[in-house]
């Protein structure tokens, strides 16, 4: 009975590869997130979506993109795949889009070969 | 340029003591404030938070304290528990942005 839910947990794909991480929650929140960590175990947000807005950090290159076909999804695609992209990429969700508590999944690991 | 800072790495605590973890923060416009704990290989937990209009959020064993003036954030946790040990992570976000993490301190309970 998962709040927050990633497929697939690992991902190992060559460099140049598309690919997609599928998030999913079954709380009823409005607002969705995607984080990275990176290999120094940094944590940083990289966008922020409601069905009303979309806010992107403005690091975040434009090969990445999210898809959000309800407000229970919001998918990560990522286009022409780097050595540098290799990280953990976590989704999370929250009832509003401002001073509430976000509820994270389990994280998908990257590895870009 | 680390808004949210974690100073300590680690922290080691006695089980049944009390364990207080630090935290910083540089940006003023800060409105709201969270703790996080995580396990490894597993996705943040939620903890506790507390808005910036109160200096003092408790549930459980776990106290949030802030001290705006400073800037300055801590989580208490008594008495301290072996499931406690984690990484302890500290966010902090402004209206509707995403939250700014700090690098974390990892909470060691021992026996």
């Known amino acids: 009975d998962t709040a927050v839910s990633q497929t697939p947990k690992y991902l190992v794909t060559q460099m140049g590869n598309d690919k997609s991480i599928k998030c999913e929650q079954n709380l009823g929140h409005d607002t969705m997130y995607w984080y990275k960590q990176d290999s120094k175990k940094f944590l940083k947000i990289m966008f922020s979506y409601n069905n009303k807005e979309l806010i992107i950090n403005e690091t975040v290159p434009n090969r990445f993109s999210p898809k959000s076909p309800d407000k229970a999804h919001l998918n990560l695609h990522i286009n022409s795949l780097e050595l540098g992209d290799s990280a953990v990429y976590f989704c999370a969700s929250s009832l509003t889009s401002g001073g509430a508590a976000q509820y994270f999944g389990p994280g998908t690991r990257l590895t870009v070969l | 340029d680390q808004q949210v800072k974690q100073n300590s790495p680690s922290l080691s605590v006695q089980e049944g003591r009390i364990s207080i973890l630090n935290c910083d923060y540089t940006?003023?416009?800060?409105?709201?404030f969270l703790w996080y704990k995580k396990y490894p290989a597993e996705g943040p937990t939620f903890l506790i938070s507390?808005?910036?209009?109160?200096d003092k959020n408790e549930d459980g064993r776990f106290t949030v304290f802030l001290n705006k003036s400073a800037k300055h954030l801590s989580l208490h946790i008594v008495p301290s528990q072996p499931g406690d040990s984690a990484v302890y992570f500290c966010?902090?976000?402004?209206?509707?942005?995403?939250?700014?993490f700090g690098k974390g301190t990892h909470l060691i309970i021992q026996p």
């Open positions: 966010a902090a976000s402004v209206r509707a942005d995403g939250l700014t």
């Open positions: 507390i808005s910036s209009i109160k």
């Open positions: 940006n003023s416009m800060f409105d709201y």
